[in-house]
């Protein structure tokens, strides 16, 4: 199984107080995380990894007609390069060194750099998008192969996101 290997370093606010943590490369998280648990109130991480990056890449040619399309349906069949099938190539380097940096505060976020995924059925195969967002996800693979399922990747992105209260 592939899986990107460096170093992690956290600090973070949940409901028993603050907490920091400096070891290992916590995998799949963006914000700082006690016990496997995301940092209720937020908080600040930074990543150094290495390891295979690969993403399948959007027809960005195509982008422009679509970015300020608010119709989900017609905007993610034809843009989203993960699940639509529409992907122009998959992006691969064997070996990349990249890093991580979030800032957290509550329900806000914002990061940059190569965050990890794990390729799975949700992130690897077609779906058929509905306008109440209750996607239906398809056996069928879009990109890749059956073999990556399990593996994680690095995956350069950037966002700032304001997500859903973390409540009991």
């Known amino acids: 199984m592939n899986k990107p290997k460096g170093i992690s370093f956290e600090i973070g606010k949940d409901d028993i107080g603050w907490f920091w943590y400096f070891g290992k490369l916590k995998l799949l998280k963006v914000r700082p995380s006690r016990n496997n648990i995301d940092a209720k109130y937020g908080g600040f991480k ?29 905007h993610e069949t034809e843009f989203n390069p993960w699940n639509s099938g529409n992907h122009w190539f998959v992006w691969t380097i064997p070996f990349d060194i990249g890093f991580f940096i979030s800032l957290s505060f509550w329900i806000f976020e914002i990061y940059f750099g190569s965050k990890t995924y794990a ?50």
């Not at 306008?131 to 950037?158: F, H, L, Q």
């Open 46 to 74: 930074f990543d150094i990894m290495f390891g295979k990056t690969r993403r399948p890449v959007s027809r960005f040619y195509k982008i422009w007609r679509f970015f300020f399309n608010k119709d989900y349906v017609s």
């Open 119 to 168: 390729v799975n059925r949700i992130s690897q195969n077609l779906k058929i998008y509905k306008p109440d967002r209750n996607d239906i996800i398809m056996d069928e693979i879009a990109w890749g192969d059956a073999a990556e399922k399990g593996n994680v990747y690095m995956c350069p992105s950037a966002a700032f996101r304001v997500g859903k209260i973390l409540v009991d």
